[in-house]
């Protein structure tokens, strides 16, 4: 079955940079794009970005281009997000998801369990 | 930009009600509408892609309905496991984005 194990929780000083993984397992991981997204506490859900695991094509929130990289890593069947330049209104769990099928627009069938980024100082 | 509102920001209903929620887009997004349940301290669930697609697993309970910029999520017959925050999310720019709405938290009356 399809899953996606993220890393653990992390503790950042503003400013600092932030990397998270996320592990897929259960599907040709070439296959399919991973999308990352954030919610603050109590907030809504922040769509990030996208990375294609075939090319590694890229699109982002433009609101956070330039802090924002993803990557993978098709050798271990891992994504990775890493936030740059970090500020207090960063501290949110993060979520890789795949999509649901090979359609872009059937949504976001699979989540990782999320991953809590705090950034205090 | 895409923008995504959804009305109301929270209900509370009983079990046994049915609910309705309902997502407007900024400009039409035809059927590129998904919904999904989110319970405190776990990830979101797909619930209903394409606007009105059941996704697997889902109880029937659950069903959506519309086109263009209008867009309802309908709970028949409200379960205490269905108290949890709804968001709606539209695909219909994919790349770049998948915006979704502000959420509706549905709570017990």
């Known amino acids: 079955q399809v899953q996606l194990v993220q890393s653990g929780a992390e503790v950042k000083k503003p400013g600092a940079s932030v990397k998270v993984s996320c592990k897929a397992s259960?599907?040709?991981?070439?296959?399919?794009?991973i999308s990352w997204v954030r919610q603050a506490p109590g907030q809504g859900l922040e769509w990030m970005g996208w990375?294609?695991?075939?090319?590694?094509?890229?699109n982002y929130a433009q609101e956070l281009q330039g802090r924002v990289t993803m990557t993978t890593d098709t050798s271990t069947s891992t994504a990775y997000m890493e936030l740059r330049s970090l500020r207090s209104d960063d501290t949110a769990v993060y979520y890789c998801?795949?999509?649901?099928?090979?359609?872009?627009?059937?949504?976001?069938?699979?989540w990782g369990q999320g991953t809590l980024v705090t950034v205090s100082s | 930009d895409i923008q995504m509102t959804q009305s109301p920001s929270s209900l509370s209903a009983s079990v046994g009600d049915r609910v309705t929620i309902t997502c407007r887009a900024s400009?039409?997004?035809?059927?590129?509408l998904n919904w999904y349940q989110q319970k405190p301290g776990k990830a979101p669930k797909l619930l209903i892609y394409?606007?009105?697609s059941l996704q697997s697993g889902v109880p029937s309970r659950f069903s959506g309905s519309g086109s263009g910029t209008d867009f309802t999520l309908t709970i028949n017959s409200l379960q205490p496991e269905d108290f949890a925050t709804y968001y709606c999310?539209?695909?219909?720019?994919?790349?770049?984005?998948?915006?979704f709405g502000p959420g509706t938290k549905v709570d017990i009356k």
């Open positions: 998801a795949r999509k649901r099928s090979d359609y872009d627009y059937e949504g976001l069938g699979y």
């Open positions: 990375i294609s695991a075939y090319n590694g094509n890229t």
């Open positions: 400009q039409s997004i035809s059927n590129y």
């Open positions: 394409t606007a009105s």
């Open positions: 999310q539209q695909s219909y720019r994919t790349p770049p984005g998948f915006t």
């Open positions: 259960g599907y040709s991981f070439t296959t399919y794009g």
